[in-house]
């Protein structure tokens, strides 16, 4: 006798099970738009700041001594692009080796006040009391203490940087969720356990907004150092051409500062997405 079964209804695919584009990422029609977005709004937003910074020069509206046109810029620019370049990978370097002092003694710093509420105690009112202090003053006597040089533009930078880092690797340790917390017991994991496996990790969202918080201020202290003590770098370069009236070169430097940290800043966003993929799938859509 023939076995006769119900025959199976062919396998459909949802609408949100469609095929996985290469590198196992679903491809969505959404992404092609986000992306051109992603590029053109930047582009868009550059181009109303020049135009506003063109009428205010036009309607001098600033005296242009002060706020040159942006054609007078482009054109200092291009009278001098090997030199601005030059000193503009020198600020760079300073940025970065700065940037990377001041994290790696943040974290370590906030992993102690983290660990400890004694310490915790003990230092953080010494800690937001040099925070405080204005940095621009410290100048001075950091070329006095150090002498010319990168030593008290890296001081600097570290000084302006390390704050936000201590303060969002603390706060991220400290505010492990509490479902993760009950986790962990429920596991009788170690210490160490806990905080390699859970706490650290949970932390990271957090410690990456102190990054990202330092990263511009890293450009300020490397500029604010290199009028101090600087022997080369963009702001050598705005003080002494500002000081013989060039200001169309000085602003010239000043834009090269200000993308150097957009860059820098668009990295550190990269780097924080590609260690973080979770992130974006548990958080708002926006």
């Known amino acids: 006798m023939t076995d006769v079964r119900p025959r199976q209804p062919e396998a ?39 135009g506003g910074w063109w009428l205010v020069a036009r309607l001098e509206l600033i005296h242009p001594a002060a706020l040159p046109p942006p054609g007078d810029v482009l054109t200092a620019f291009s009278a001098r ?13 300073e940025i970065l080796l700065g940037f990377a002092l001041s994290a790696v003694a ?72 509490a479902e993760l917390a009950e986790l962990v017991r429920s596991w009788n994991a170690s210490r160490w356990q806990a905080f390699r496996k859970v706490r650290f990790p949970a932390a990271l969202p957090q410690i990456f907004v102190g990054l990202k918080v330092a990263m511009p201020l890293a450009a300020i202290g490397a500029v604010i150092g290199e009028f101090q003590a600087g022997e080369g770098g963009l702001g050598y370069v705005i003080q002494q051409y500002a000081g013989i ?42």
């Not at 303060?167 to 505010?175: F, I, N, Q, R």
């Not at 780097?271 to 859509?285: A, Y």
């Open 81 to 93: 692009p090997a030199r601005l370049l030059e000193h503009t990978v020198a600020t760079t370097g």
């Open 245 to 286: 009236g060039d200001t169309a070169t000085a602003w010239a430097a000043i834009i090269l500062v200000a993308l150097v940290s957009i860059v820098l800043y668009a990295a550190l966003v990269l780097i924080e997405r590609r260690s973080l993929p979770w992130l974006r799938e548990t958080t708002s859509s926006r």
């Open 106 to 177: 943040g974290v370590l710093i906030g992993l102690a006040l983290a660990a400890s509420r004694t310490v915790e105690r003990m230092f953080t009112p010494l800690l937001v009391a040099v925070n405080a202090v204005p940095k621009i003053t410290l100048g001075p006597l950091l070329v006095v203490a150090l002498g010319w040089g990168q030593k008290p533009i890296l001081t600097m930078v570290f000084l302006l940087c390390f704050f936000p880092i201590v303060l969002s690797t603390a706060t991220g340790l400290t505010t492990t969720p």
């Open 12 to 50: 459909t695919l949802a609408p949100e099970q469609s095929p996985a584009a290469p590198g196992g990422r679903r491809w969505r029609a959404g992404d092609l738009r986000s992306g051109t977005a992603a590029a053109l709004l930047p582009a868009a937003g550059l181009l109303v700041a020049l």
